[in-house]
């Protein structure tokens, strides 16, 4: 599944004028083989080759937030029942870490540490993590100065949560690892837990069917075995270089179709860059989404409001990584018939199964060479000429 927000980045501001020229021509210049995209019907959206502004703005740790997904490891990796995701995303600050994932009581302790940036992922067995018997797990993994800053800041996030009831609280200790701090509350079935590890700390909260201490501390123990060399394998940025990190280094962002064009600032939601694990973290079935993250060898995910943008190791990748996401919302999405000019396009519409409260009811995709893009939208017309524009800028862009 492609997560795209409900509320567009750049709101619509169309003149009169703007209107009249719904069917304008398109700028481009057809090549060799491929459609003329100066044909393609695109409405008003901006089809012709454009860069954003890539100075960070101070904005430089969250960039680094969105390198972060791939250092989280996705959930169906720590249990293959984990299969449902339930999204993934940077860490805007502290505010949010403590409103997201964190007691309020942590924000303390993350000011007075000054967490740096951070990523946070869940999954479940059950679609949406919710009903009797569900098992879900959140990590969020954030990062600090260094190590030792680190442990202090384990060390006092897990005293600020436990003193939250520490009569009826039990502190846990796992041999495997005993840097990891957990504690649960007898009789409920859940367990928390604090570890730093190198410049990280990781926190995980876990809900079972049961409360049972053995078997809550064994998933742990598996979440742990499956993180800890997740980050082993993340380069992170030094801290002194968070700033000089680019908005949009490899011009994703400024391929992907949005309403109008303007000043935008990174933002994990709606403005993003994020490595290719993210696609994983978000899916419906992370075990057949990663698969073909693999086998497409798809490296990069933008989020634009309502449209992303996928690249992928090459034209046949990007295929498979359309196949996979299509398939990833066949249960609740029905195939409806996709714009005849655009070669390989896919449309879907929301079925009764669907939630019209968080999901658009109309999505269509799109290969253009190695890349796919992905559009959503309430209208169906309106989707219709925003693929066509998403593939018009693609097609200009290169």
Known sequence: MV??????????????????????????????????????????????????????????????????????????????????????????????????????????????????????ASGAD?????????????????????????????????????????????????????????????????????????????????????????????????TLDAQVPALDKFSPTPQTKFNSLKVDPDNLLARTVVEERGSATPDPRVFAVYGGTKIVHDANNQRDVAKAVADSGADAITTVGAAAVLRARDEAGAQVLLNGLVADESDHYDDIEAPKDLPGAKCVQLNSKGDTESEYKNRCYVVYHRYVGVVSSDDEPDVRQKIAAQYALLANSL
């Open 3 to 120: 997560r795209t927000a409900r509320t567009p980045l750049f709101a619509a501001c169309l003149s009169l004028t703007a209107l009249l020229l719904a069917a304008c021509s398109v700028p481009g210049t057809p090549t060799a083989g491929e459609i003329d995209v100066r044909k393609l019907e695109v409405g008003t959206y901006p089809v012709d080759k454009f860069s954003y502004g890539q100075d960070s703005a101070g904005k430089g740790a969250l960039l680094e937030g969105f390198r972060m997904a791939d250092a989280v490891v996705p959930s169906y990796r720590v249990d293959s029942s984990l299969i449902y995701g339930g999204s993934g995303r940077a860490v805007v600050d502290i505010e949010d870490a403590t409103t997201t994932a964190l007691a309020a009581v942590s924000k303390p302790v993350l000011e007075r540490n000054n967490m740096l940036t951070a990523f946070i």
């Open 126 to 222: 059950k679609l949406g993590g919710e009903g009797a018997g569900v098992t879900t797990l959140t990590n969020m993994v954030m990062r600090f100065a260094d190590e030792r800053t680190a442990k202090t800041a384990a060390r006092e996030l897990e005293d600020a949560d436990f003193g939250v009831a520490p009569d009826v609280n039990k502190k846990l200790t796992l041999s495997q690892y005993p840097d990891a701090l957990v504690h649960w509350r007898p009789g409920v079935a859940n367990v928390g837990t604090f570890m730093a590890y190198k410049e990280f700390v990781i926190s995980l909260f876990i809900e079972r069917p049961s409360a049972e201490e053995k078997d809550l501390l064994e998933w742990v123990r598996k």
